[in-house]
């Protein structure tokens, strides 16, 4: 689920893209109708103002039905065509349309699906072979859930290619520029955001967490200790019980 957000990040990152250029160098404004003054730094640090369809009633009905998947147009009717939460910049606001955007992104700069990209660029030089991308009904605990739910697409993966990942140096890159996510409640009072991974500010540790319907995973790098912590587990509901057995994992190991 979302670790596939630290996946984008890292290929915007391969690709050399300059972080400040707007979005509407690639996306049409009748996708983006911000996108001039939305950067790539804005949409992978969560703070473009786009909102979020987890917010949207009507996606949870909609999935909840079990039908096929809203189209691309349908999404962006409902998030990148309303009415920023604020001006770029100037707030933080967790968006999962943000990383559709930065997908497509990735898409057109390159020439290729984002299928193809993960398994060329990502799978292929950071030895993760398991990667690949879900589509349609992809787990059979699952029987009607779709993968294109998830706007940004879901990358599959063991927890073995995700921890190597996870402590690789273009990920590394990308946690130098956390700052504070303001109002991150107590389970993460120190939580910070950079670019596609979270962390605290203390740089004790950097990753991401995931959770979706029949699955929550955490993974997490400890740069001091240069110990990387995958936890997976077949479970509907917040993805904090995945961080905390992280925690409790990363407690035993010495990660700390």
């Not at 699906?113 to 990667?131: C, H, N």
């Not at 997490?220 to 509901?237: K, L, N, Q, W």
Request: hydrophobic share 40%; charged share 15%; net charge negative.
């Amino acid at each position: 689920y979302s670790i596939t957000k630290t996946i984008i990040a890292a290929l915007i990152l391969d690709m050399q893209l300059e972080m400040d250029r707007p979005a509407s160098d690639w996306l049409e404004k009748s996708w983006l109708p911000q996108g001039n003054k939305i950067s790539l730094r804005h949409l992978l640090t969560h703070t473009s103002g786009l909102r979020d369809y987890f917010s949207v009633d009507a996606y949870h009905t909609a999935v909840k039905a079990g039908g096929a998947p809203w189209t691309d147009d349908k999404f962006a009717q409902h998030t990148l065509r309303q009415p920023l939460l604020f001006e770029p910049g100037q707030g933080w606001a967790y968006s999962n349309p943000g990383y559709w955007a930065l997908k497509r992104i990735c898409e057109q700069e390159s020439g290729m699906d984002f299928a193809t990209l993960v398994k060329e660029r990502i799978a292929g030089s950071f030895d993760a072979p398991s990667f690949s991308v879900a589509s349609g009904l992809f787990s059979e605990d699952l029987p009607k859930y779709d993968a294109g739910w998830v706007w940004h697409g879901i990358v599959c993966g063991n927890v073995r290619d995700t921890a190597h990942f996870m402590a690789s140096d273009l990920v590394s890159s990308l946690a130098r520029q956390l700052v504070p996510v303001p109002d991150a409640g107590p389970t993460y009072p120190d939580a910070a955001y950079g670019l596609g991974v979270m962390g605290d500010l203390s740089g004790t540790n950097y990753g991401h967490n995931g959770s979706g319907p029949g699955f929550s995973t955490s993974c997490f790098h400890f740069p001091g200790s240069g110990i990387t912590v995958s936890y997976f587990m077949p479970y509907d509901g917040p993805e904090d019980a995945a961080y905390a057995k992280m925690q409790t994992l990363a407690n035993q190991f010495g990660a700390f």
